[in-house]
């Protein structure tokens, strides 16, 4: 798949986004998504198509074409890329030729609630009791390695799972490690970045756990970090912004919502707590290479108009975080009002399904 165009200020994209993908071809050299050195990045926007649940996959990726946009991160779920469906092989070469038309580029993700098990919300993952469960899910994210592989992606995503019940955190650690190393393999196969998600409640929560996780297995070179800026502004001791240059250096797919302190809920921008511009400045600074991906998976009843929105506030916070722009260290002329020194997460929240939400 060739490399996205590049899109000019005339035609509306934001002086950080529009940066084109790295070369598939040259992942020998260095992985996609690695940090650079030298001058700020320009930052490249993504939205999940976790958001857009209510569209067909085309459709979907014809409007963030449309929108400005330089990539997508690709949930595959029944109704997007289903990866259990027959002919996978055929639909992704589909959807390649697609990408590559729309100039987009992409994040392969495997957060869908229901794709192995209509009853389980992300059920089984890599902690479940069962070996013959758990290696469900070893197959299905070896599985999106080679979509990935397919589509040129930058990176792969995945989580741990919730500890389930009456299972010891060291029992829970080593299945993890040992359920994690056939797809590592995968993606070293591939010279393609697995890219682990730290998740509010999970066994891998915070950004110290994929640390604990990354010395278990060695420190294998493409074990690399998802983060959440939501998260960070949920449970993380640090600022969202100095999460950014703590994870710097493994960081290789990024997501970005609205979030408050100690709720777990995805938020539209302008809802919640952060405050954007020196978090997208640390991005460029540290010379993050991959996308930065809106993450809104409640929201697909009005995925059209928050994608359109999302996009929007995105330019803004990223033309207030330019250094040198009026704001660009979290004054009030920023779209956020600073959200203040980090402190102690309280206890965690999850925010309820909310009734009768479209």
């Known amino acids: 798949m060739t490399a996205p165009n590049e899109r000019s200020p005339a035609q509306g994209a934001s002086l950080l986004d529009g940066a084109p993908a790295a070369d598939p071809t040259a992942r020998e050299a260095s992985a996609p998504g690695v940090p650079t050195q030298g001058a700020p990045a320009r930052l490249r926007f993504g939205y999940g198509t976790n958001g857009l649940t209510d569209l067909r996959l ?17 949930t595959l779920d029944h109704m997007h890329l289903d990866p259990l469906a027959p002919d996978l092989a055929a639909r992704t070469q589909k959807v390649a030729r697609r990408l590559d038309q729309l100039g987009l580029t992409v994040t392969v993700e495997t957060g869908a609630r229901y794709v192995l098990d209509p009853r389980r919300k992300h059920g089984p993952s890599l902690l479940d009791p069962d070996p013959h469960r758990r290696a469900e899910r070893v197959r299905l994210l070896i599985r999106a390695v080679q979509v990935a592989t397919d589509l040129g992606a930058h990176a792969v995503h995945c989580f741990s799972g919730i500890t389930p019940d009456g299972t010891s955190v060291e029992t829970a650690w080593s299945r993890l490690a040992d359920a994690l190393l056939p797809v590592l393999d995968a993606a ?89 511009p020196p978090v997208l400045r640390a991005l460029a600074e540290t010379g993050y290479q991959g996308l930065t991906v ?37 004054t009030p002329t920023s779209p956020r009002a600073p959200s203040g020194p980090a402190t102690a997460p309280p206890p965690l929240r999850e925010a309820p399904p909310r009734g009768g939400t479209p």
Do not use: K, N
């Open 188 to 276: 070293s196969s591939a010279r393609l970045p697995l890219a682990v998600e730290p998740e509010p409640g999970h066994l891998l929560a915070g950004l110290a756990d994929f640390h604990h996780l990354r010395h278990l297995l060695g420190d294998p070179e493409l074990l690399g970090l998802t983060l959440d800026i939501g998260h960070c502004q949920c449970l993380e001791p640090q600022s969202p912004a100095d999460c950014v240059r703590a994870a710097a250096p493994w960081l290789r797919h990024v997501q970005i919502e609205d979030m408050r302190r100690g709720v777990h809920e995805h938020l539209p921008f302008g809802d919640g707590e952060i405050d954007f």
């Open 294 to 330: 809106v993450e809104l998976p409640r929201h697909s009843h009005a995925g059209p108009q928050l994608a359109a929105q999302s996009m929007d506030f995105l330019r803004q916070a990223a033309a207030f975080g330019r250094p040198g722009a009026p704001g660009g260290s979290g």
């Open 58 to 74: 085309d459709d979907a990726l014809g409007l963030l074409a449309d929108l400005g946009y330089s990539g997508v991160g690709l």
